[in-house]
């Protein structure tokens, strides 16, 4: 019985901290964008944005090409941190119990 809870236990941490990391990435999505934009800025095009203020810098991308292109590569994204963070926060969980019995 024991052995189950413990299972029980690590699948739900597993499963939350899937579910967790998936929704940090998706929330966090458009400030990537911006700094994916600001990193790269005059080097694919001559485009330039003249702050590094995140707010003026995401208004203008939203203005010049619409709401859509604040949320690209949000799947990539809460495909890569969804499972990272699982495998994370199970393995803290069970670090944890074996540790500390």
């Not at 690590?10 to 899937?18: E, I, L, W, Y």
């Not at 967790?20 to 005059?42: C, F, H, I, S, W």
């Not at 994204?77 to 495998?87: D, I, K, S, T």
């Amino acid at each position: 019985m024991r052995q189950l809870l413990f299972f029980t236990r690590h699948v739900n941490c597993r499963a939350a901290g899937g579910l967790a990391g998936g929704a940090a990435a998706a929330v966090t999505t458009p400030l990537d964008v911006v700094k994916t934009r600001l990193q790269t800025e005059g080097v694919h095009s001559s485009k330039r944005y003249g702050t590094t203020a995140v707010l003026p810098v995401l208004r203008r991308i939203m203005q010049e090409e619409g709401w859509a292109t604040i949320w690209r590569g949000m799947e990539p994204r809460v495909l890569f941190n969804a499972p990272a963070a699982a495998v994370s926060w199970g393995t803290y969980e069970t670090m944890k119990d074996v540790l500390l019995g």
